[in-house]
């Protein structure tokens, strides 16, 4: 499984955001992707998670006011909607996928970095 994460940028306080994670090599036997983001001098953080049929979305507690999930069925791509930007949502922002078991995210993509000025 190769994934691909797009659509970051500079942009400013209260701006939106949406970025693109599009999955492609054998993606059959994929049960879940997540979004994690890492911000400079912090460890990786969790931010949400779809089942790779688009359903269950989930939440970290701090996100699910501001951040949205979806799939894109015809395009095997999973997307995080991000309203409302502020400076501390400032980082890299990766997209990754697991199996059913193990339940680790065994595959990572390369980060795509958002940074938002106030």
């Known amino acids: 499984v190769q994934l691909q994460a797009s659509g970051g940028g500079l942009v400013q306080a209260g701006d939106s955001l949406r970025l693109s994670c599009v999955a492609s090599?054998?993606?059959?036997?994929?049960?879940?992707v997540g979004w994690f983001r890492q911000a400079p001098g912090k460890e990786r953080e969790f931010v949400g998670s779809i089942s790779w049929s688009g359903r269950n979305p989930f939440y970290a507690d701090s996100m699910k006011d501001r951040f949205t999930i979806g799939k894109d069925h015809a395009r095997d791509m999973v997307t995080l909607q991000m309203n409302n930007l502020q400076p501390g949502d400032t980082a890299v922002y990766y997209c990754?996928?697991?199996?059913?078991?193990?339940?680790?995210?065994?595959?990572w993509g390369q980060g795509t970095q958002v940074t938002v000025s106030s």
């Open positions: 990754a996928a697991r199996r059913n078991k193990p339940t680790t995210y065994a595959f």
């Open positions: 090599g054998v993606t059959v036997g994929i049960y879940a």
